[in-house]
Structures are given as C-alpha cells and as structure tokens.
C-alpha cells in the first residue's frame, strides 16, 4: 500500500509538470515542409544619418594636400607626412541639429540624408576647392541591442550596417526556449520620435514586414513566456506554502504506512 501511495504521488507531479503550456519554437512555422515560398526582397529601407550618428568623411583627389587638408583638417608640413593615414580617428559626430563640423566647409547639414544623398552634398562643396574629388562616407556607430529571453543579451556594433531580425538574434545566440517567438517588440527611435512594433517570427510575412531589416539604435526584446514568468516571481509566501504542503504530504505518507503495518 505504501508503495502504491507514493507512485500515486510521483503520477501526480509528473501530471501536473506536464500541463504547463506549450510554446511554437520553430521560426515560420506557417511555411509547409515542401513550400517553396518566394517574396521580393523590397524592404530594405535605406539607412538614413540621424542625429549623434558617428560618420567616417574621407576625401581621396589627385592633390595630395588637399586630402590632407580636408581629411585631418591640417596641411603637412613635409612630404613625409603625406604617407601618414589620413582622416580623424573619432569621426565626425552628427549634432543635435544635424550638422557636422567638416574641415574648409565649416557646418553642412546631413540628418535625414542617405549615405549616398550625404556624399553627393559633401562632393559637390568640396568640387569648390578641390578637382574631382571621390567622398567616401560611412556610419561608425551603427549598432543594434537584443535583450531579453535570448542566450546572449548584448549591443552589437554592425559594420556592414545592414542586419535583419534573424540575424540580430544569431548574434544574441538565439531566443531561449521561453521567448514568445510570436511577440517580438521593436523599439525604433526616429527623427526624435520613438515606436514601438510587434513582430511575429512564426509567421513567414515577416519577410515582408518593413521592420524585418533593423535600423541604427533599433532595440529588440524578447519577452519571457508565463512560465517564465511564474518561476520569476517566486516570492517567500509561495516557498513557505510549498514547504507546508510537502511537509502535510509528508506526514500523510507516514500515516498511512503505520495504519496499514
């Protein structure tokens, strides 16, 4: 009788462990095993320069001063210092108004510009002083946070400044088993204004959504599920009833054993 109390017991907990809720791991599970699903890859916004952006400004000419001059902001002194590398180390930092402080031209405005609109505007002020000159710009600072229920919360600088949801999870090390796949939150701040978006990673129109691909500061979190949740706010009260409920189970085993010797 003893025996069959205490698998009566052990039944009860493996039952009770089994019906917590169950949770959609796989990413697209709404694509069929034998689906070929094919989507235009349209939804790359190009990046745009936003205030406190970091901008790497360099200028390449035939005139060796002159790339001096507008790269480091000073003219060398020796021909030897012509074969030093060029351009500030720190960038060009975009103020709050937009600007940038270039070297000759003074302020130029290049908020709200795509990389390409911001290097013809510098081409064409730098045309004034320098014969055909090639600008090069390039984002320094473009980084992206994945916090939450991922193995590996963190902010990640990403040179190429082009990233997508999957692969901002890859560098996080992939959602833990407790991330709601289904209900990703987006946090995007633009032109001072900050958003907030859901996205659902079960669901393969993602791959269109306009938020698949990340912008500079774009934070993501991956919220816990309930379960999660419940383990979370384990609290004193919760612990001391479970004490006294093992402690009546306890005694209730002990009971019945001596009633059946």
């Known amino acids: 009788m003893y025996k069959l109390l205490r698998l009566s017991i052990l039944v009860s907990l493996l039952g009770f462990m089994a019906c917590g809720p169950t949770r959609n791991l796989v990413y697209f599970s709404d694509l069929k095993n034998n689906e070929n699903y094919k989507t235009a890859a349209e939804n790359n916004a190009e990046i745009r320069i936003q205030p406190n952006d970091l901008l790497s400004i360099r200028l390449t000419s035939l005139n060796s001063e002159s790339n001096a001059l507008f790269n480091r902001g000073v ?3 020796s021909p030897n210092a012509l074969n030093t590398e060029i ?5 060009y930092i975009v ?3 937009g600007f940038v402080n270039f070297p000759v031209l003074g302020k130029v405005k290049l908020s709200g510009l795509t990389k390409e609109e911001a290097t013809n505007i510098m081409t064409t002020q730098i045309q004034q002083f320098v014969k055909s000159p090639i600008v090069t710009i390039q984002l320094l600072n473009f ?3 994945v916090i939450g229920e991922v193995n590996k919360p963190s902010t990640f600088v990403v040179p190429a400044q082009r990233i997508n949801i999957l692969e901002a999870l890859g560098l996080a090390g992939d959602m833990t088993a407790y991330g709601k ?3 990703v939150l987006l946090v995007r701040e633009k032109d001072g204004v900050r ?3 859901r996205l659902n990673l079960n669901d393969k129109e993602l791959l269109n959504s306009p938020y698949f691909y990340l912008q500079q500061n774009d934070v993501v979190y991956v919220e816990p599920d309930r379960l999660k949740e419940v383990q979370a706010s384990t609290n004193t009260r919760t612990i001391t009833i479970t004490t006294m409920a093992i402690s009546i189970a306890v005694a209730l085993i ?6 059946f010797k």
């Open 181 to 183: 796949r289904e209900n």
């Open 95 to 97: 103020d709050k108004d």
């Open 143 to 145: 980084k992206i946070t």
């Open 254 to 259: 002990f009971n019945f054993q001596n009633i």
């Open 75 to 77: 003219i060398p002194s």
């Open 87 to 91: 351009g500030p180390t720190e960038g």
């Open 195 to 197: 958003s907030t978006t």
